[in-house]
């Protein structure tokens, strides 16, 4: 009798503790195609009454904001005292007349948002292997109010600013310490704005039971930013030649800068080598296009986006692992028989020697482990006839 009690208790817990490490957090992302930036979508307020609010993805930001009146019934929203310890902990926070936390931070778009710091349940999807999505319990989520003039810049739909920084505020760690998960989050940013992406934390489920190859490399984190360091790059299988120096800037990795920038003299040789490859497919040369500096008329070559294939050396376990780049992250279609190089000149001492952009990132699986310090890079999904987009 004992015996059959403890069983049943013991496999009782070992379904509970199934139930929880499967468990997938997933807020579906959209790409606002006009203004080329991508939005999550959060669930604010209490459960059947909460308001959807979209917000752009930003690795950078350390504690979210928006604008408030988003938020339809306000019965949960509560405004954060100075005195609290959730005040406290915050860097950079301070106190205005009526004893509210107030936050500051500068925005990715050169805002610099200040706000009184709030508390609200959100509510977000849950899906588990081989079950329909469903809907996680609502937890406690900490982020800051900012007016209506600080969304200036932001995609009409888009109502304030996801905090996905490395630090101790951001969106991805309240969930998944108020969800106990392991402290990761993974982005799958569509290219276009018909499909949506997708955007985990804890561990993903991406591919099911097809799941896609990944590399890892170390992630150095740097002033709230997300950091890997490289080694090389090649074209089409050939180094580039770069003073070893221009690498020690190491690349960062952003959601709110389109086209990956690249110190010049990385961009030109970078150009060089993709121009002559151009041309020996037939394309030939035509004026650039802003922001691009390398455009090429398609020609004989037909619809090609094929031109040439780049990849970052990264620091892998002991040896050099490259990350892939082909195809339409290669390049942008301007027209209907113009492509150009979809890289910018991000002049000649930036603080980066790159940035990628989002350009670059779509139609892979990134995952950002921050349990290891690692970020994870898919294959392009393309080689796997997948993509980052699911029909809604
Ligand atoms: C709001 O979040 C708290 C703490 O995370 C939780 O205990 C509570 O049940 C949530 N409220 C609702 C209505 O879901
Ligand atoms: C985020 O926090 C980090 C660490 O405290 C800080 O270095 C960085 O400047 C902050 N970033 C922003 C955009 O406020
Ligand atoms: C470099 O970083 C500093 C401090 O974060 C910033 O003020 C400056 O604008 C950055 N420069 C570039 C070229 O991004
Ligand atoms: C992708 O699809 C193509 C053509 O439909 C096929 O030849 C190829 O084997 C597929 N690749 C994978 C990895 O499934």
């Known amino acids: 009798m004992g015996g059959l009690t403890h069983l049943i208790v013991l496999v009782s817990m070992f ?33 059947g009454m909460s308001s959807p609010v979209n ?22 929203l509560h405004v954060v005292t100075c005195k609290s310890s959730t005040c406290k902990s915050l860097p950079g926070n301070g106190c205005d007349r009526t004893n509210a936390c107030l936050y500051t931070q500068p925005g990715p778009l050169g805002q610099n948002p200040v706000g009184r710091v709030a508390q609200d349940n959100a509510t977000i999807f849950t899906t588990q292997v081989g079950k329909p999505i469903s809907i996680a319990p609502s937890r406690r989520f900490t982020f800051s109010c900012a007016v ?10 888009v109502a304030g600013v996801l905090a996905l920084s490395p630090g101790e505020f951001p969106f991805w760690r309240q969930i998944a310490s108020a969800y106990n998960v392991i402290p990761k989050f993974a982005l799958c940013l569509p290219s276009s704005g018909l499909g949506l992406g997708s955007f985990y934390i804890g561990t993903h489920s991406f591919g099911g039971s097809k799941p896609v190859p990944m590399t890892l490399t170390p992630l150095k984190i740097d002033s709230g930013k997300y950091i890997i360091s490289f080694t090389s790059i090649h074209v089409d299988g050939v180094p580039l030649a770069l003073e070893p120096s ?10 709110v800068v389109t086209y990956t920038l690249l110190q010049t003299d990385i961009y030109n040789a970078l150009a060089q080598s993709f121009t002559l490859k151009a041309k020996k497919i037939e394309m ?47 390049v942008e279609r301007v027209s209907e028989t113009v492509i150009c190089l979809a890289f910018v000149d991000g002049g000649s001492k930036p603080n980066e020697s790159m940035v990628i ?36």
């Not at 691009?292 to 692992?321: Q, R, T, W, Y």
């Open 148 to 157: 209506e003039k600080y969304l200036q810049g932001l995609a009409p739909r």
């Open 55 to 76: 917000l752009l993805l930003d690795l950078e930001t350390n504690l979210t904001w928006l604008n408030c009146r988003k938020i339809r019934l306000l019965s949960s």
């Open 246 to 255: 221009l690498l020690e800037g190491g690349a960062k990795l952003s959601t």
């Open 284 to 330: 030939s040369e035509t004026q650039g296009h802003a922001p691009f500096k390398h455009c090429f008329e398609e020609g004989a070559s037909g619809k090609n986006m094929d031109v040439s294939v780049m990849e970052i050396g990264l620091p892998g376990n002991g040896k050099e692992v490259k990350w892939r780049f082909q195809g339409a992250n290669m």
């Open 15 to 47: 379904a509970a503790i199934t139930l929880i490490s499967e468990a997938q957090y997933l807020i579906p992302v959209t790409k606002h195609e006009p203004t080329k930036q991508y939005y999550a979508t959060v669930n604010i307020g209490f459960g």
């Open 357 to 392: 952009g989002t350009h670059q990132l779509e139609n892979y699986l990134i995952e950002f482990d921050l349990s290891t310090t690692r970020i994870a890079f898919s294959d392009p999904l393309v080689l796997h006839n997948v993509s980052c987009s699911k029909s809604s």
